[in-house]
Nanobody, 116 residues
Framework: QVQLVESGGGLVQAGGSLRLSCVASVSIFGLNTMGWYRQAPGKQREFLAQISGGGSTKYAESVKARFTISRNNARNSVYLQLNSLKPEDTAVYYC??????????WGQGTQVTVSS
C-alpha cells in the first residue's frame, strides 16, 4: 500500500505561482512513475505531468510551458511547480503513483484556486 499526501495548494491571483508537494509513505525508488492530475468541478480528471524513476518527464500539452514536475528521492517526494496561473487552472490537484505497472494510488488532493 502506498499513501500519498499532497500539500501546497491555495488561493492565488492570475499570473501567480504555486508549488505543490506530494510525499509518499514508501521509497519512491520502487515506484514506476509518479504524476499529477487535476479535476475541476463538473469535469473529468485530467493528466498533467508524470516523472519516471529514471527522471524522464511527460506533460500534457495544455500545461507544458507553465508547469514543471520534479522529484526528490531522498524525501520520497514529487513536486509540481505551477507558473503563470490562470483562472481555468482552478481545480483539485491529485498526486498519483504507479507500482509494478498495475497498482495505482492517489492522494486526497489539494485545492488550487486562481482568482482573476
Amino acid at each position: 500500500q502506498v499513501q500519498l499526501v499532497e500539500s501546497g495548494g491555495g488561493l492565488v491571483q492570475a499570473g501567480g505561482s504555486l508549488r505543490l508537494s506530494c510525499v509518499a509513505s514508501v521509497s519512491i525508488f520502487g515506484l514506476n512513475t509518479m504524476g499529477w492530475y487535476r479535476q475541476a468541478p463538473g469535469k473529468q480528471r485530467e493528466f498533467l505531468a508524470q516523472i519516471s524513476g529514471g527522471g524522464s518527464t511527460k506533460y500534457a500539452e495544455s500545461v507544458k510551458a507553465r508547469f514543471t514536475i520534479s522529484r526528490n528521492n531522498a524525501r520520497n517526494s514529487v513536486y509540481l511547480q505551477l507558473n503563470s496561473l490562470k483562472p481555468e487552472d482552478t481545480a483539485v490537484y491529485y498526486c498519483n503513483a504507479l507500482r509494478e505497472w498495475k497498482y495505482s494510488y492517489w492522494g486526497q488532493g489539494t485545492q488550487v484556486t486562481v482568482s482573476s
